[in-house]
């Protein structure tokens, strides 16, 4: 099955810096690539998901990167204020097609700091 | 437009009891997902709906657990004799295509 693995488990910014978080995923015939925010108390909430057939996505001050040769991807968000601060979740289907379960990484905690 | 519910939103049991949580999917979402989510972890596959049709069970932990959803829509996870390595927040996703939407979740705690 899937196995996915997300880095740095915890990162720590300056209000108006770039952040970045990596992760890798082990089926080279996984599609699909979501990135979850999760605030505390609350359930993860879709922010921009990316498929097989594109390397990059951008919406606003958020962009993923998709690395299919290195079976890795990245989120990016530019320009980061004190509402980013949360958890930030990958994830890839362990199966293909639509309505697969997902495998998720072991998230992100990102502090942006004033 | 409404998203995911899931009731109640925390649930405490005695160790031994049975619970049963409650999910709302989005209308017209035809499948639908179980995770369970331990403290500091992400979310972990349980068991997959595809209308009425329980397509996946297989990480459901035990024979304590079981999930429903009789009528294609409002789902029921049932976990029977509670243990307390069965706290942790249980999420609700639903799905028309790729995208999978959470519920709030509920957060059981076994005393």
């Known amino acids: 099955g899937e196995n996915v693995e997300q880095h740095p488990s915890t990162l720590s910014v300056q209000e108006g810096d770039s952040a970045v978080i990596k992760c890798t995923y082990s089926?080279?015939?996984?599609?699909?690539f979501p990135w979850y925010k999760q605030e505390l108390g609350k359930g993860p909430q879709l922010i921009i998901d990316?498929?097989?057939?594109?390397g990059e996505k951008k919406d606003q001050r958020i962009a993923v990167t998709l690395n299919k040769t290195a079976k890795h991807f990245s989120l990016h968000i530019t320009e980061t204020q004190p509402e980013d601060s949360a958890v930030y979740f990958c994830a890839a289907p362990r199966d293909t097609g639509t309505a697969s379960k997902l495998t998720f990484g072991t998230g992100t905690r990102l502090q942006v700091t004033l | 437009g409404a998203g995911v519910s899931q009731s109640p939103r925390y649930k405490v049991a005695k160790r031994g009891q049975d619970v049963a949580l409650r999910c709302d999917p989005i209308?017209?979402?035809?499948?639908l997902f179980w995770y369970q989510q331990a403290l500091g972890q992400g979310p972990e596959f349980l068991t997959y709906?595809?209308?009425?049709?329980?397509?996946?069970k297989s990480g459901l932990p035990s024979d304590r657990f079981f999930a429903e959803r009789p009528e294609g829509s409002v789902s029921t996870l049932k976990i029977q004799r509670t243990q307390q390595e069965d706290s942790a927040v249980y999420l609700c996703a639903s799905s028309s295509a790729w995208e999978q939407y959470f519920g709030p979740g509920t957060r059981l705690t076994v005393t």
């Open positions: 709906f595809q209308n009425e049709a329980q397509l996946d």
């Open positions: 209308s017209g979402h035809v499948s």
């Open positions: 089926d080279s015939a996984s599609n699909y």
């Open positions: 990316i498929r097989s057939n594109v």
